[in-house]
């Protein structure tokens, strides 16, 4: 509990946007973004979670996306819930959290895939409830093509969390962007944490294939479909990882996939993944 407020502290002066247009919080929300994140990111609750804060820094990422505690939520791709944990723990006392599922019929998932899919986001409020002790209505799941016409344009941020290579290698990056752009407030954003690879990367290595992509090409893809760049944070930045490993992202912790038991100890102490973190603005 006593290092959470320093690190959040910390948060503030490290998640440092390059854009002149992103508006700062209030003083009063960065109080309460302060007080809550920083209660959240320490709470017993996330107990066996804390071990990847050192790789995942959801304090600064948290503060660099604007998460305020009273805000509509969505988070897309909940995959292992993770960040719905945390995000359950902020977001449940004032704010709604919304997990956002692939549309199960706009990628190559088998019938099987497109039922767990969907079985995933009708069990997510349940999940994110016994995870953070606030009730299952403060929270609620869809998949994209299930989304009640009622929700479009009420969300004020959307979170794609490292995942954005599955998009492009599935090749439904255009039109899960579009259902989350139309459920975002005329001002929301989207932030995007996405595994970084080098500027001068081949496109056959930075396609979505290995986990990798250029930063340039994120925020090209974003402004080509109705965002404006806001800005970009190095919290998640990680200048050990060479990021050209032939097995791609899942060579480094926490998968380690192939890796040889005599790599294992210099693969850990890379950590994980260098990662780019960026913010979008839904644009008019």
Sequence with gaps: MRRAAPLFI???SLAVPSAAALAKPTAAQTKA???????AV???K???DKARDQYRRPAETLTFFQVAPDMKVGEYAPGGEW????????LGGKGQLVGLYFNPAAGPFSETAQKGIRDGAAKYPADVAAASGFPADRFKGYTLDAVPAGEKGTFDRILIMRMMHNLTRWNIADSEVKAMRELLKPDGMIGIEQHRARPD????YADGGKGYMREADVIKFMEAN????VGKSEANANKKDPANWEGG???LPPMLRGAKEEDKARLQAIGETDRMTLLFRKRP
């Design 33 to 39: 973004m302060k007080a809550e994140l920083a209660a």
């Design 249 to 251: 992202v899942w060579t």
């Design 42 to 44: 320490a709470d017993p």
């Design 201 to 204: 990367a081949p496109h056959s």
């Design 83 to 90: 960040y719905s944990r945390l995000l359950g723990l902020y």
């Design 10 to 12: 910390a948060a503030l």
């Design 226 to 229: 109705g965002f404006t760049f």
């Design 46 to 48: 996330r107990d066996k």
